[in-house]
């Protein structure tokens, strides 16, 4: 196994068990539309929400100046995660505060070494981030913040409101709480709910997202 060239597919599941070694409690969410771009993981922690792109051996930096762009903008902190073949020059490819992690073959599996661990992300925009979540997310948290309810207006007129209103050291714990409760099983019909409770037309179509909790 050493020395092999790694996809994507060999580095996935492996990184997950050392997100869970590394974070504790954390929730992995795949494969999710950030912008134009799609993030292959988002690592929810407490109060912290990492996002993470996976540059395999077999993999190019092609689109990778528009995906930091685009995680930059929703994600407290960022990673990305490199085969060994990417390990020499991946740092100009990324910011500064982004995060490193090298992905390597060795007897024992695959191994996980920490190049350059991420810090806060200077560009976050917290509306952004605050768009992760769906409308019912969004009214439970104005709800225990005991806010309005704002029946009446749109998701982007909510969260400016939302923003305005709470703290955001606050904030950042109850969004990475209802991402933490998330259910991919029911929140179709949990968002169906919220719409005719509020007077909308149901949606039609189900929901599907791939989800892996760990």
Request: proline residues 3%.
């Amino acid at each position: 196994m050493m020395g092999k060239t790694l996809y994507d597919t060999d580095i996935r599941e492996p990184l997950f068990d050392f997100l869970e070694e590394m974070y504790g409690k954390v929730r992995v969410i795949e494969e999710k539309m950030m912008g134009k771009s799609r993030a292959d993981i988002i690592a929810v922690t407490d109060g912290t929400i990492i996002g993470i792109e996976i540059k395999s051996d077999a993999d190019t930096y092609a689109r990778l100046s528009r995906q930091v762009k685009d995680y930059d903008l929703f994600f407290d902190k960022n990673y990305v995660v490199v085969g060994k073949s990417h390990s020499m020059h991946v740092m100009e490819h990324v910011p500064e505060h982004w995060g490193i992690l090298v992905a390597e073959s060795s007897q024992r599996g695959i191994v996980f070494t920490v190049q350059r661990l991420p810090e806060n992300n200077p560009n976050l925009d917290i509306q952004k981030k605050l768009g992760i979540l769906w409308r019912p997310e969004l009214a439970h948290i104005q709800e225990i913040n005991e806010m309005p309810k704002y029946k009446d207006k749109s998701k982007v007129w909510v969260i400016e409101k939302i923003v305005q209103r709470i703290p955001h050291d606050l904030l950042r714990y109850q969004v990475t709480e209802e991402l933490f409760e998330r259910d991919y099983t029911t929140i179709a019909d949990r968002i169906n709910e919220y719409r005719i409770e509020n007077g909308q037309k149901k949606r039609r179509k189900r929901i599907r997202k791939k989800n892996t909790m760990k």
